[in-house]
């Protein structure tokens, strides 16, 4: 079998080794459906809190580095809801060094299933939905609220840069998740890249210095879960005079951000059975 | 199983040739590095050899008891059998797989028990756990069914299945992870210290239902423990490491032998008295006011010491204390030329 085949074959037994561990998680949640009914509604109020932040921050002043609050609101939903979907999906992931300090790591590695997909299926949290909830709801707003001029490349841009960023911020997730192979307590990094990213790109590019704006562009391509394809769709000149074209990008981006992702978790998942520790 | 339970006779052919070599070890090695720090950004590197150049097989049916001190390299082996760790050097096959190459194919034909950690979802029941198998391992409804229900009453398992995992107790949850191993008819099961902090009663049922498992079904069982009883209970053959070499391979009454090893008798007199005499197989090691400590060879009865002793001295209690293994191998390491029959077939 070629490194092509046991790549799909892996995909594919990832796959389902995770559709059966998240069910059986859900089945197990939804058990308790006030707990979860409760669970699901603070979630709400605390990510919603979230966004009065930026309300507040609009009762100020009627601008933030040139974009309006219906603008921002775009921002904020785009970045939220894909950052919401690649949690959902695997934020456990981001467990893995206590796995690997506690040892809890060796049972799963003698189960007949990718490894990735039991820490990313490992306790999923449904509850997490809210957070996606939220974001939608805001997005649901600045599409109603912003006056863009609507072509069918725009509505289609939208759901497409929603499902790259959430690949965006899941390559992230698996990088953060791969390093605490080597470092097991790294996952404060970890936050530091995904929440910061997160919140960072709730805000315009503009009210950024340049060189920031230049990494999170070139070096962590963060820029294109919502920055790059908003300011198109927004009819704004593009980060950094990037082309026009680069608009399109975020999906070539997020297959482009895998590949690094999933190597770095090869390289950790081998150090660790080569040091066990 | 007659046949199996012999021990090494079985493993080797008059040539030395393997006959059915359910596992296999060449000359196997693993090497950690170890990084300490011994300043502000000054570290520095060591290797360290926890296995160092072991060979050994183990043919299909066999039931083996696999024991040394701590950081021997007990586990170290173990994990490697599983394909959790890769090895460093050397040839390593179970059913005639390469465990860190072909990981997943391999973990559908063994069952692995560690007594330290478990294998089952921790906050969810039981039987959540045995599902979620079911559908891992591709175990056909059937199987499964049948499995389950001869595996629930073997191990009394009917009562917790209900219960989530992390409110059973350790004896409980350890036979909840012997089932778990056991559901997908694995040819060969490891286990991690598989009795270690349980009591007197479930220990006794675990090794029952081990003896049973490799007489009616003919599993392999591979265990390490730090408990010579499970060994007495159910190994015909002992394999001791330290330092990640093989000290002794074969049968467990030999291992005394080799190791010279020693019982203790702890005797509470009525009062203070000078050292028992109990004649020229017993010898007092310790005194401590009424009590006393005698070594005898774990070889001889203890009959005939205590009826001496109890017909001479003033006894108000006593109890005979087994020698641990760290004791009897480092009596080996003591006395390394009179060891070994069957060791170092590399």
């Given at each position: 079998m070629?490194?092509?085949?046991?790549?799909r074959d892996g995909l594919r037994e990832g796959w389902r080794a995770y559709r059966l561990i998240a069910g059986m998680w859900i089945r197990s949640t939804m058990a308790y459906r006030l707990s979860f009914a409760m669970a699901l509604v603070s979630?709400?109020?605390?990510?919603?809190l979230d966004f009065v932040a930026i309300l507040l921050m609009f009762s100020r002043v009627d601008a933030l580095g040139g974009y309006s609050l219906p603008e921002v609101a775009f921002l904020y939903g785009l970045s939220a809801t894909s950052f919401g979907i690649a949690d959902l999906v695997i934020g456990s992931a981001g467990r893995l060094g206590s796995r690997v300090r506690?040892?809890?790591?060796?049972?799963?590695l003698v189960r007949p299933a990718p490894v990735l997909a039991q820490v990313a299926a490992d306790r999923f949290a449904l509850h997490r939905v809210s957070r996606i909830t939220q974001g939608a709801l805001v997005l649901g707003y600045a599409l109603a609220a912003t006056d863009v001029d609507w072509t069918v490349v725009k509505v289609l841009l939208v759901p497409v840069t929603l499902v790259s960023g959430a690949v965006i911020f899941g390559a992230v997730l698996v990088a953060g998740a791969a390093f605490q192979f080597v470092a097991q307590d790294a996952a404060e990094v970890q936050s530091a890249f995904t929440y910061g990213g997160q919140t960072l790109l709730q805000y315009p590019?503009?009210?950024f210095g340049k060189e920031l704006v230049r990494a999170v562009t070139f070096v962590f391509p963060l820029a294109f879960v919502n920055w790059v394809p908003a300011a198109y769709v927004l009819g704004r000149p593009l980060p950094l005079d990037l082309?026009?074209?680069?608009?399109?990008?975020?999906?070539?981006v997020a297959l482009a951000c895998c590949a690094p992702a999933g190597l770095a978790w090869r390289a950790g998942l081998r150090s660790y059975r080569s040091t066990g520790s | 199983m007659g046949e199996a339970r012999e021990g090494s006779g079985v493993r080797e052919g008059s040539g030395g040739a393997v006959v059915d070599a359910f596992i296999e070890l060449d000359r196997v090695e693993k090497v950690f590095d170890v990084r300490r720090r011994t300043g502000f950004l000054r570290r520095e590197r060591r290797q360290v050899r926890a296995v160092d150049g072991l060979s050994f097989t183990v043919a299909r049916g066999e039931i083996v008891g696999y024991i040394g001190p701590n950081g021997a390299g007990k586990s170290t082996t173990i994990k490697m059998l599983t394909g959790i760790l890769t090895p460093s050097g050397g040839r390593l096959r179970v059913a005639g797989i390469d465990p860190a190459r072909e990981r997943t194919r391999l973990a559908h034909r063994i069952g692995v028990v560690f007594g330290q950690r478990t294998t089952l979802w921790w906050d969810l029941p039981l039987i959540d756990s045995y599902r979620l198998a079911h559908r891992m391992y591709r175990i056909p409804d059937a199987r499964y069914r049948e499995n389950l229900d001869r595996l629930v009453e073997l191990l009394d398992l009917e009562s917790l299945l209900e219960v989530p995992v992390r409110q059973l107790s350790l004896g409980q949850r350890m036979r909840g992870d012997i089932a778990a191993a056991l559901l997908h008819d694995p040819e060969v099961l490891y286990l991690d210290e598989p009795t270690i902090g349980l009591d007197v009663v479930s220990k006794a049922r675990v090794r029952e239902f081990l003896g049973e498992l490799n007489t009616e079904r003919g599993t392999t069982v591979l265990l390490t423990t730090h408990d010579l009883q499970d060994i007495e209970r159910l190994c015909s053959r002992v394999m001791v490491i330290d330092h990640g070499r093989m000290m002794y391979d074969g049968p467990l009454a030999g291992l005394h032998e080799a190791g010279e090893s020693e019982r203790t008798l702890v005797v509470d007199l009525e009062r203070e008295l000078p050292p028992i005499e109990a004649g020229p197989a017993a010898?007092?090691?310790r005194v401590e006011g009424p009590r006393q400590w005698l070594a005898f060879p774990a070889s001889q009865s203890a009959a005939p010491l205590v009826a001496?002793?109890?017909a001479e001295y003033p006894l108000v209690d006593l109890s005979v204390r087994e020698p641990d293994i760290e004791t009897v191998i480092g009596r080996m390491y003591a006395d390394k030329e009179t060891v070994v029959p069957g060791a170092g077939n590399s």
């Open positions: 070629g490194e092509a085949g046991r790549v979630g709400l109020l605390v990510t919603g506690d040892g809890t790591l060796d049972t799963l590019p503009t009210v082309p026009g074209w680069a608009a399109y990008a975020p999906p070539l | 010898r007092v090691v001496r002793i109890a």
